[in-house]
């Protein structure tokens, strides 16, 4: 897929670029710098920046299977971190909280 500037109707480069924080892939104009984003990319992005509050918490219900104690991803986070199944993460025990992070 092939990018022209709207400004100057340059061949965009494909680049990572940050948005609000998170990678995602981009068109860079080499000429002018001007920046387009990927729509798929940034759309679960602007998503979570319209969630109430601004802590961005979300809210999970833990369920059974079994024995076990599980609770699902939500949606929007599978989208913004783009996690599959087998990916791993790193539950961090403290007093007061646990702290999920990928790995
Ligand atoms: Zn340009």
Redesign the pocket.
Same mark, same amino acid.
């Given at each position: 897929m092939k990018m022209y @500037?709207w %400004? =100057?109707e340059?061949d965009m480069k494909k680049v990572k670029d940050d948005f609000h924080g998170f990678v995602v892939d981009a068109w860079k @104009?080499p %000429? =002018?710098d001007?920046i387009i984003y990927d729509e798929k990319s940034i759309q679960p992005i602007l998503q979570y920046n319209k969630l109430k509050g601004v802590k961005k918490a979300l809210t999970v219900t833990v369920g059974a299977l079994g024995k076990s104690k599980i609770f699902r991803i939500p949606k929007i986070a599978e989208q913004l971190y783009g996690i599959n199944k087998g990916e791993k993460f790193q539950f961090e025990l403290e007093s007061d909280r646990i702290t999920i992070k990928m790995r």
């Open positions: @500037c %400004k =100057c340059k @104009c %000429k =002018c001007e």
